[in-house]
């Protein structure tokens, strides 16, 4: 399969100089690992969020979970870089 991709500026001189390097044989080689390596993050971040999000939705059926409500959350970041920053809210 090929397809044609248009690269900004920055990218295509990134390109051009690992070609040039030697890193990489051709474009293609280096489109293809970035890809890999993109999927395969997102694949790992995918398996993390969703075992993370079943235990969190656990706590919360079981009556056991802990947060901060959303006023104090919003409270503390409002804050931040205020002479006046408050602390983070504690879970309760």
């Not at 993390?48 to 939705?57: P, R, S, T, V």
């Amino acid at each position: 399969m090929s397809n044609t991709i248009h690269l900004l500026p920055e990218l295509a001189q990134f390109l051009d100089e690992k070609i040039r390097s030697g890193e990489f044989a051709d474009a293609d080689e280096l489109v293809n690992e970035a890809l890999r390596e993109k999927a395969d993050r997102d694949h790992a971040y995918k398996t993390w969020a969703h075992a993370h999000i079943a235990d969190a939705l656990a706590e919360v059926r079981a009556g056991d979970a802990k947060y901060a409500s959303l006023e104090m959350v919003t409270e503390w970041v409002t804050s931040w870089g205020t002479e006046d920053e408050q602390p983070k809210p504690l879970c309760k």
